[in-house]
């Protein structure tokens, strides 16, 4: 089986399970997760690793940006004033009942 790539709300969910059951090797819970009836979720006992040295950074993420959880890569932004101006314009749109497109956006 090939790895998915997981949101943050999924890996908060392998985090959760860790926490409830300590004693349980990494393997096991890889195997746990992918053998799941519902909603499995496929990953490796490298990438849990990985994830595990993660977890205060990504439980922060959540914590700060409760619409990350769907998110399977962190938001950059690179320009707060260019987010802000955006965020500002398409809020204005809205309340005007204008529909916002994808050229719009890039045209802004």
């Not at 990985?50 to 990504?58: D, F, I, T, V």
């Not at 962190?74 to 749109?93: H, Q």
Request: glycine share 4%.
């Amino acid at each position: 089986m090939s790895c998915q790539n997981l949101t943050l709300a999924d890996w908060l969910l392998v985090y959760a399970y860790i926490d409830a059951h300590p004693g349980v090797s990494q393997a096991n819970i890889v195997e746990h997760f992918q053998t799941c009836h519902e909603g499995a979720l496929i990953f490796n006992q490298s990438t849990l690793s990985c994830k595990l040295r993660e977890c205060p950074k990504m439980e922060a993420r959540a914590n700060d940006n409760p619409n990350a959880l769907s998110l399977k890569r962190p938001w950059v932004v690179t320009r707060p004033d260019v987010e802000c101006a955006l965020v500002l314009w398409v809020r204005d749109m809205e309340q005007k009942g204008e529909t916002i497109s994808g050229p719009m956006l890039r045209e802004k």
